[in-house]
């Protein structure tokens, strides 16, 4: 197993000459075309010439794998930047004028082709990565972990009882609003709010909780056997996260179109003010998620330690009854408002997961694909003679790709930290360190 460092460039596809000639009239009489006068465009982009860098780790038993049969993890953590530059259309465009004749007869038209840009090359620039840091990363996938474990309960009855106890039923909808004649209008105003509370973090959790444990009960059997039937086997999980976009304009200001060589015949001289504007769109797109397999153990009911905790762990996983530590934090009455800032109840969660059932990643990858592009646009006049013909966008983007790695007891872990007992149940779960 080794690291490595690959660097590639990224090229970018233009017309890199640009060929302008032209012809004056004397007297109503031409003086014949002169020869094109060609410009060698390729410094004028090469800034805009990508580059794609990549940090992997080799593995040589990667592709010996049989199908259906487990080797073990023989992944890596990975990561990739890429620059790039593109132009929305490409090939020459063709740009003609010529001045009118005077009193004289004189006048003279001109040619072009070549590259049509919004602004000019050196204006461009390349959009900021949009990537997550590693700690960002570590925090959404325990929470992929805690959405998609297998040993997730089918009910959270624990915190259900918790919750009656400590708090009650909820209050009837509507039963804040039976004065309502006699409020006045600050009354009325905070017992509108507080029926809203009411329900929608009373009633409607309720609801929700009655829901799963009438569920978890009529199909006890069937989410049962289940689990107990995917006990030492791998059971392979995905968890992804809403993808994330966000789009800002921004006005570059007054700007004429570029080409090169340029020609003063080829513009419309009788326009006199400059309205041509160029916006850059900055969009940007985050798509995350999470894969793995886990992995957990279910103790046999031969002897009656076996059954009894066949019993408890049959508790947990139909109806969520155990005092948990994730079950003490959500009962907490602050935990709610330190779940804003902190996944603390997900990393507790996967704790207990870990400690109580036995539970491992055979193997776990969380990853994260970003997309960063600014996009170059000609809004306006052109004030070229020829009209129709638009400057062509231009786009740089900046994109990138991650893969962080687990242990087996999540991610964020060092190997060397697990205690005896965890890496005695690793042992006997058929894994080891790759």
């Not at 009788?270 to 309205?275: A, G, K, M, Q, S």
């Not at 886990?294 to 947990?316: D, L």
């Not at 036995?358 to 000609?378: D, I, P, R």
Request: with cysteine; glycine share 8%; proline share 5%.
């Amino acid at each position: 197993m080794s690291t490595e460092t690959r660097k590639r460039p990224v090229p970018f596809l233009a017309p890199y000459t640009g060929r302008l000639r032209d012809q004056s009239v004397r007297n109503g009489n031409p003086l014949g075309w002169r020869g094109w006068i060609e410009t060698d465009l390729s410094a004028n982009f090469s800034h805009l010439v990508g580059q794609q860098v990549t940090v992997s780790e080799n593995h040589s038993s990667w592709n010996s794998r049989k199908r259906n049969h487990f080797k073990g993890d023989l992944g890596s953590e990975f990561y990739t930047t890429k620059t790039e530059a593109k132009l929305v259309h490409s090939g020459e465009v063709f740009l003609n004028g010529g001045e009118p004749p005077d009193f004289w007869g004189n006048s003279e038209m001109a040619e072009y082709y070549g590259p049509f840009l919004p602004l000019s090359p050196s204006d461009v620039e390349f959009p900021p990565a949009a990537e997550s840091s590693r700690e960002e990363l570590l925090q959404l996938a325990a929470m992929a972990i805690a959405q998609c474990s297998p040993s997730n309960p089918a009910a959270s009855l624990s915190v259900t009882i918790g919750e009656f106890a400590k708090e009650g039923l909820p209050k009837m909808v509507g039963s804040s609003l039976k004065s309502w004649l006699n409020m006045s209008a600050k009354d009325r105003r905070k017992a509108i709010g507080g029926e809203y509370l009411n329900y929608d973090f009373g009633w409607k959790p309720l609801v929700n909780d009655l829901r799963d444990i009438s569920h978890a009960i009529t199909h006890a059997d069937a989410i049962w056997r289940q689990y107990a039937r995917d006990a030492g086997k791998l059971v392979r999980r995905r968890y992804e996260f809403p993808v994330k976009r966000d789009t800002k304009m921004k006005d570059l200001g007054l700007i004429g179109p570029w080409i090169s060589p340029s020609s003063s015949i080829l513009v419309n001289r009788e326009t006199y003010r400059l309205d041509g504007r160029v916006l850059r769109e900055h969009s940007i797109t985050k798509r995350q998620w999470f894969s793995g397999a886990f992995t957990y153990y279910v103790p046999g009911v031969n002897a009656t330690s076996g059954a009894i905790a066949e019993n408890v762990i049959q508790a947990k996983k139909l109806l969520g009854l155990s005092l948990t530590p994730d079950v003490v934090w959500n009962l907490s009455p602050w935990s709610w408002a330190i779940d804003w800032f902190a996944n603390v109840g997900d990393v507790l969660e996967n704790w207990s997961n870990w400690a109580i059932d036995g539970q491992v990643l055979a193997y776990g990858y969380f990853m994260e694909e970003t997309s960063s592009k600014y996009t170059y646009t000609y809004v306006g006049d052109t004030r070229m003679r020829r009209a129709g013909v638009r400057p062509w966008s231009l786009e740089t983007s900046t994109k990138t790709k991650r893969r962080i790695k687990a242990t087996p007891y999540g991610f964020g872990l060092n190997w060397d930290g697990f205690s005896s007992s965890q890496k005695a149940t690793i042992a006997a779960l058929g894994m080891s360190r790759s």
